[in-house]
């Protein structure tokens, strides 16, 4: 089933590789969208394909990288769109 969610990470997650990790866990995984740094310190992700694929996205997320320290994860589920065609590591305007 195709599905669609909206992310945001808090903790120490700038800084410590997360957007790179996400990509790379993401496109693994044949997902696509993207993850982005927020001027208030949390990471953003935005993520469609195979439920059971965000899912495990999610599952990874609330782990992060070695360097990190994920301290609140925020799921919003939305309408699945396809508007990507791949996994990018996109920039805020803070």
Avoid: C
Avoid at 31 to 49: F, I, Q, T
Avoid at 58 to 82: F, H, Q, S, T
């Amino acid at each position: 089933m195709e599905a669609r969610t909206h992310v945001f990470v808090s903790g120490r997650v700038q800084g410590v590789f997360f957007r790179d990790h996400t990509q790379q866990w993401a496109s693994s995984l044949n997902l696509k969208g993207w993850v982005r740094n927020l001027g208030d310190g949390r990471v953003e992700v935005v993520a469609e394909g195979d439920k059971e694929r965000i899912e495990t996205l999610i599952n990874k997320l609330k782990e992060g990288p070695p360097l990190a320290r994920v301290d609140k994860v925020e799921i919003k589920w939305e309408p699945y769109r396809g508007e990507f065609t791949d996994f990018r590591i996109t920039w805020s305007d803070y």
